[in-house]
């Protein structure tokens, strides 16, 4: 007999890919890296910051420090809500979703951006005769592999069948 309420009428879960549980895995240890980062960062510019830079104006030298200790508070930011983004990824929180599809939509314009760089960097490179036609052709090739990537997985995260899995 069906009772309502009872475990037979509960719906099955939804299948979890292993796509996203991958995604949000590498997400965590992305932030968690960049943190690590930050902190060898800081104890590197903590040393450079004691030694004085010869013919360096203090105010510009006080700029300096400052810039440095505001990119290292937004790295630390950055990496804290990576990792918090790659839980909730993980965890299947629609939001973080929608995150990373925008975090890979930003990663498409970067690399894109970079392809034009590297076009408009080679065509100059070319007239010096300095031979860094290679270097050009594999900055264009893994730019545009990452933006092929980053779409690919646009694509998945916006599926049907991904969606399902997201509360």
């Given at each position: 007999?069906?009772?309502?309420g009872?475990?037979v009428?509960v719906?099955?879960?939804?299948g979890r890919?292993?796509?996203v549980?991958?995604?949000g895995?590498l997400?965590i240890?992305?932030?968690?890296l960049?943190?690590?980062a930050?902190f060898?960062?800081?104890e ?18 006080e ?9 290292t508070?937004?790295?630390?930011a950055l990496?804290?809500?990576?990792m918090y ?6 965890k299947?929180r629609n939001?973080?979703?929608r995150?990373f599809i925008v975090?890979?939509?930003l ?6 951006i970079?392809?034009?760089f590297?076009?408009l960097?080679?065509s100059m ?12 052709v594999v900055?264009l090739?893994?730019?545009l592999?990452?933006?092929g ?14 969606k399902?899995?997201?509360?």
């Amino acid at each position: 007999m069906n009772v309502p309420g009872s475990i037979v009428d509960v719906p099955a879960a939804a299948g979890r890919s292993v796509l996203v549980s991958v995604l949000g895995w590498l997400a965590i240890a992305s932030g968690a890296l960049t943190l690590l980062a930050v902190f060898n960062q800081g104890e590197l510019y903590g040393m450079i910051g004691e030694a004085p830079i010869g013919d360096v104006e203090p105010a510009m030298q006080e700029g300096l420090s400052r810039l440095v200790s505001v990119v290292t508070a937004l790295n630390v930011a950055l990496g804290a809500f990576l990792m918090y983004a790659g839980y909730a990824l993980w965890k299947r929180r629609n939001w973080a979703r929608r995150t990373f599809i925008v975090l890979f939509a930003l990663g498409i314009a970067a690399n894109l951006i970079w392809v034009v760089f590297a076009m408009l960097f080679g065509s100059m490179l070319a007239q010096t005769g300095l031979g860094f036609g290679p270097l050009i052709v594999v900055i264009l090739i893994v730019a545009l592999g990452f933006a092929g990537l980053s779409y690919w997985f646009i694509r998945r995260l916006r599926s049907p069948a991904v969606k399902s899995e997201f509360a």
